[in-house]
């Protein structure tokens, strides 16, 4: 727990939200990798909406408890967020039923599947107003692949302070890098 905690520290290089990069009164949260849910369960009672997408099965149950007084708002989809809607997979575009020019943060830890799953969501970062923060450790090249999809849709970016090491890459003895945490981008 107290690992959970620290990456949420302002130092951290995995810090989700930071200044005025936030989650404001009404926004719809949208937190592909939900995990644990602790994340999401701090911003649930200001978001008009929340979408919490998480593909490992032990998750559910206590998911289920943890946004249990709370079901009005949430939706919990139990599918790996892809660029595909198909089988255990599913894009942001098919799931996430929103009005043109919503207020959208994106949280997005889903084991370097992000570029994949920014692509299927094209109409929303083009549609809405967003906020995103999205891991870019996973792989060596995802913080500039991610920025580079975002940027592709006009959207201002920069990456989290500080450098981490992901020693679960296999390739991580290969290329023995630094890596930023976390790819900011918004696009109002």
Wanted: charged share 30%; with cysteine; aromatic share 12%.
């Amino acid at each position: 727990m107290k690992d959970i905690l620290r990456e949420q520290l302002p130092t951290s290089p995995h810090l989700y939200i930071k200044d005025e990069h936030k989650i404001n009164e009404g926004d719809i949260l949208i937190d592909a990798g939900v995990c644990e849910g602790n994340f999401a369960l701090r911003y649930v009672d200001i978001c008009s909406k929340v979408y919490l997408f998480e593909m490992d099965t032990k998750w559910m149950k206590p998911l289920y408890f943890s946004f249990r007084d709370c079901w009005d708002k949430v939706e919990l989809i139990h599918k790996a967020v892809s660029d595909t809607t198909k089988g255990m997979n599913v894009a942001l575009d098919d799931a996430v039923n929103c009005a043109k020019d919503s207020k959208i943060f994106v949280k997005m830890d889903i084991e370097g599947a992000e570029p994949a799953a920014l692509r299927g969501a094209k109409n929303l970062l083009t549609n809405n107003k967003v906020r995103a923060s999205v891991c870019s450790y996973h792989n060596s090249d995802d913080a500039w692949k991610i920025k580079s999809l975002f940027q592709k849709y006009n959207f201002k970016t920069w990456t989290s302070n500080g450098y981490m090491v992901f020693i679960w890459d296999k390739n991580i003895w290969n290329t023995a890098d630094f890596r930023k945490g976390i790819v900011y981008a918004e696009n109002y």
